[in-house]
């Protein structure tokens, strides 16, 4: 069983940065995949980036390339979503999400998710 609690949600301006964190509870937090989704109002939740059980391996939506960087603390068994140059269409509430995996492949990375956070709302002004 995991818990995973958000934090670094607010309010900022287009152009600007944030940091999202994700603490995770439980020992076995290195052998579990992260990744971050987002869901705007009005839209299906969809998929921002995920991280491998050692960081080694990460993957990007593509509206996000470029721009948010995931990485990962098992030491403190923490996961970040480093946002820069937001965008108003990236408003949203961002999740946490885990899954017990060593595996590093796309397929694997992008979905089947059990574990969730409660989610921590970003907001971008323009």
């Known amino acids: 069983q995991v818990q995973l609690v958000e934090s670094g949600g607010g309010l900022v301006q287009a152009g600007g940065s944030l940091r999202l964190s994700c603490a995770a509870s439980?020992?076995?937090?290195?052998?579990?995949?992260m990744g971050w989704f987002r869901q705007a109002p009005g839209k299906e939740r969809e998929f921002v980036a995920a991280?491998?059980?050692?960081?080694?391996?990460?993957y990007y939506a593509e509206s996000v390339k470029g721009r948010f960087i995931i990485s990962r603390d098992n030491t403190e068994n923490t996961v970040y979503l480093q946002m820069n140059s937001l965008k108003p269409e990236d408003m949203a509430v961002y999740y946490c999400?885990?899954?017990?995996?060593?595996?590093?492949?796309?397929?694997?990375?992008?979905?089947?998710?059990?574990?969730w956070g409660q989610g921590t709302q970003v907001t971008v002004s323009s």
């Open positions: 999400a885990a899954k017990a995996s060593l595996r590093t492949d796309w397929s694997a990375l992008r979905r089947g998710f059990g574990y």
């Open positions: 439980g020992r076995t937090f290195s052998s579990y995949a």
């Open positions: 991280i491998s059980w050692s960081g080694g391996t990460k």
